[in-house]
């Protein structure tokens, strides 16, 4: 029998420490978590840019554990100190379930353990652990499939029933706000302009930015729409690199703002070209068209589900030139083109993502 069928955990604990797009990867597992424990606590352990996630996500999300760091996960330097203090804390707690959510376990597995909660459930690399308590349940890690389907098969296996595979990411007034306040959607009109992400965050999964120049500029001739570079802080010589190849004029911002400023000036672009990083995860949660390109990872485990909304693009076999870029992006603004205000209109009234009270 499925472990939460027989077993009712009244508080639960999700071990998923990673970046902007492994988690959202992970909404659709904590959507079938909620519905199997209506009435449970589920608190998420996530890096510390995740802190925002149960005020998003509060059908599925009750509190937030910031993780310091571990040896052998590489999200972060391991910091000792800060390592017994969340152990103290995520102990005081009293969790009745930890749930391993994070790789197939051969680290994340001994943090797990150290949560202090009654069972531990999650993967491993061969469907086995050395802690085999009663009540623990262990799943062979999946090599292969969706990352969103990889997780989902967890939950399944737990006894939670939903396949829900759409992914969330609701906006915050906060988020509307500091968009605002930074000034760099100033002149821009929702639906109304194009956004190119030349960054990741390896470099083995950047495209040149001479391809990406190349797209931006072709876009704009053939829409007319202005050109938004986005990225981090870090990424501005590289948002400098990518204008300084356009003939097109274009807006820079790649500016020190949040995922969630950067969430909200995406949500109303009519299309996203990128890399195989966080913002491509961003896109499909807000229902935004983009193309997006793969050079060193893999499509089959990490490209946007709807491939009616979200094209993805191989650079390494003679079809990630930027004309095959261009091609596809043009399917998606032909077909978004009479569609854009509408678009826009139902993705502030929540069609697409949730948007909270007080948001302007």
């Known amino acids: 029998m499925p472990l939460l069928r027989s077993f009712r955990p009244r508080r639960i604990v999700v071990l998923r420490a990673l970046q902007?797009?492994?988690?959202?990867?992970?909404?659709?597992?904590?959507?079938?978590?909620?519905?199997?424990?209506?009435?449970?606590?589920?608190?998420?352990?996530?890096?510390?840019?995740?802190?925002?996630?149960?005020?998003?996500?509060?059908?599925?999300?009750?509190?937030?554990?910031?993780?310091?760091?571990?040896?052998?996960?590489?999200?972060?330097?391991?910091n000792p100190r800060a390592f017994a203090r969340f152990v103290l804390d995520a102990r005081s707690r009293g969790f009745d379930l930890a749930l391993q959510m994070?790789?197939?376990?051969?680290?994340?597995?001994?943090?797990?353990?150290?949560?202090?909660?009654?069972?531990?459930?999650?993967?491993?690399?061969?469907?086995?652990?050395?802690?085999?308590?009663?009540?623990?349940?262990?799943?062979?890690?999946?090599?292969?499939?969706?990352?969103?389907?990889?997780?989902?098969s967890l939950t399944r296996f737990l006894g939670c029933a939903s396949r829900d595979e759409s992914l969330e990411f609701p906006?915050?007034?906060?988020?509307?706000?500091?968009?605002?306040?930074?000034?760099?959607?100033?002149?821009?009109?929702?639906?109304g302009y194009i956004c190119v992400h030349p960054g990741a965050r390896s470099a083995d999964r950047c495209w040149p930015p001479e391809h990406f120049a190349a797209v931006a500029d072709a876009l704009h001739d053939a829409s007319g729409l202005p050109i938004v570079v986005t990225g981090s802080e870090r990424e501005r010589e590289l948002s400098a690199s990518l204008r300084s190849r356009m003939h097109a004029p274009a807006i820079d911002a790649a500016?020190?703002?949040?995922?969630?400023?950067?969430?909200?000036?995406?949500?109303?672009?009519?299309?996203?070209?990128?890399?195989?990083?966080?913002?491509?995860?961003?896109?499909?949660?807000?229902?935004?068209?983009?193309?997006?390109?793969?050079?060193?990872?893999?499509?089959?485990?990490?490209?946007?589900?709807?491939?009616?909304l979200h094209r993805a693009v191989l650079a390494g076999d003679g079809n990630g030139v930027p004309q095959a870029v261009v091609s596809q992006a043009k399917e998606l603004l032909a077909t978004s083109t009479g569609e854009a205000a509408d678009l826009v209109l139902r993705r502030k009234a929540g069609a697409a993502h949730r948007i909270h009270a007080g948001a302007p």
């Not at 608190?43 to 571990?70: C, I, M, N, Q």
């Not at 906006?171 to 639906?191: M, V």
């Not at 499909?284 to 589900?305: E, I, K, N, T, Y």
Request: aromatic residues 6%; contains cysteine.
């Open 20 to 78: 902007l797009g492994d988690t959202l990867c992970a909404v659709p597992a904590l959507r079938a978590l909620r519905r199997e424990c209506p009435h449970a606590s589920i608190t998420l352990v996530g890096l510390p840019w995740a802190r925002s996630l149960p005020e998003r996500l509060p059908d599925y999300l009750d509190d937030f554990l910031s993780f310091p760091g571990f040896p052998g996960l590489p999200e972060q330097p391991a």
């Open 102 to 152: 994070h790789g197939d376990g051969h680290v994340s597995n001994r943090v797990a353990r150290l949560l202090g909660a009654r069972r531990i459930a999650g993967f491993t690399p061969d469907g086995s652990d050395d802690d085999e308590r009663p009540g623990n349940a262990w799943l062979r890690y999946p090599q292969r499939g969706h990352e969103v389907r990889r997780l989902l």
């Open 171 to 191: 906006l915050l007034a906060a988020d509307r706000e500091e968009l605002h306040d930074s000034g760099l959607a100033q002149r821009l009109a929702p639906g």
């Open 255 to 308: 500016a020190p703002i949040s995922f969630g400023a950067l969430a909200a000036l995406i949500a109303d672009a009519r299309l996203l070209v990128s890399n195989d990083t966080g913002v491509s995860h961003l896109a499909a949660a807000l229902r935004v068209p983009s193309v997006v390109v793969f050079s060193h990872s893999d499509p089959q485990r990490w490209a946007p589900l709807d491939a009616a």
